[in-house]
């Protein structure tokens, strides 16, 4: 029997997991008050009491933006065009078999905040563990973020990953990676630093525009990457299809083999 690792973090109103602007609202409706009402009024006549225990059902109202949790961004959240030229796939467009493939993970803990990963670091990284890139195989990344998430600096934290590196993935046949940070450039406040004193441009969200050049998906705010080994199980990520969006949650998961 496999084992399941879950690589996905929980939404939630109590975690500082998006800038705040950004966050989710859920609002829980319990099995009492206005959940009776809601569902009195499909069965005219019937009063609380006739419920067992008076208890109605339970629901929840959840205001969400499709970049909030665990979720896959899709080409189009990238630029409005891939592979030089081409219409950018949205959500719904991705191919799943580009969602269930082996994984591989890239250990880049020991980058401090901030930090632009280079191809050279991610050619040492895989010459450390051994692997090969193959085509379609799923490269997830995991940053200094992920032992913060829960924190209030987690958007902050972690190292990203430029578009030279970027590149070194795609041009080997990856389609989709991942990250345990916030988003899999850099935090934007270093970022904003180094474009205010250098004034280059080409800084700004420079891993996700190498999506121009090669489409691809990541995944971004992984969660539990330290569990997994380097290489030796599969992933899954099925994004909700969302009709034309740039994003959707999965609840992404490594199913280890025995």
Not at 70 to 79: E, I, K, N, S, V
Not at 98 to 122: E, I, M, S
Not at 190 to 219: M, N, P, V
Request: glycine fraction near 8%.
């Amino acid at each position: 029997m496999s084992r399941i690792i879950d690589l996905s973090i929980p939404l939630e109103n109590d975690v500082l997991s998006d800038p705040a602007p950004l966050a989710p609202k859920i609002t829980y409706f319990t099995h009492r008050g206005p959940a009776v009402e809601s569902m009195l009024k499909y069965f005219p006549g019937a009063q609380p009491e006739d419920l067992p225990d008076g208890a109605a059902w339970a629901f929840e109202r959840v205001a969400l933006n499709t970049h909030n949790g665990t979720h896959l961004d899709a080409p189009y959240h990238f630029h409005p065009t891939m592979n030089h030229g081409e219409r950018a796939l949205t959500i719904d467009e991705v191919p799943l078999d580009w969602c269930f493939q082996r994984g591989v993970k890239l250990d880049f803990r020991h980058f401090p905040n901030g930090y632009v990963a280079t191809a050279a670091d991610v050619a040492t990284e895989l010459a450390r563990i051994g692997h090969e890139l193959q085509p379609l195989d799923i490269v997830v990344v995991n940053t200094a973020a992920g032992a913060r998430y829960g924190h209030d600096d987690f958007v902050e934290s972690g190292c990203g990953m430029g578009y030279e590196a970027t590149m070194y993935l795609l041009e080997r046949g990856v389609r989709l990676t991942g990250t345990d940070a916030w988003s899999w450039d850099a935090p934007f406040s270093h970022t904003a630093e180094k474009f205010k004193q250098s004034g280059d441009a080409s800084l700004i969200w420079e891993g996700h525009k190498a999506g121009r050049h090669i489409g691809y998906c990541h995944l971004e705010k992984l969660g539990q990457l330290d569990q997994l080994p380097s290489t030796g199980y599969r992933i899954a990520c099925f994004p909700v299809k969302i009709k034309g969006a740039s994003a959707g949650w999965t609840r992404a998961v490594a199913i280890m083999s025995e």
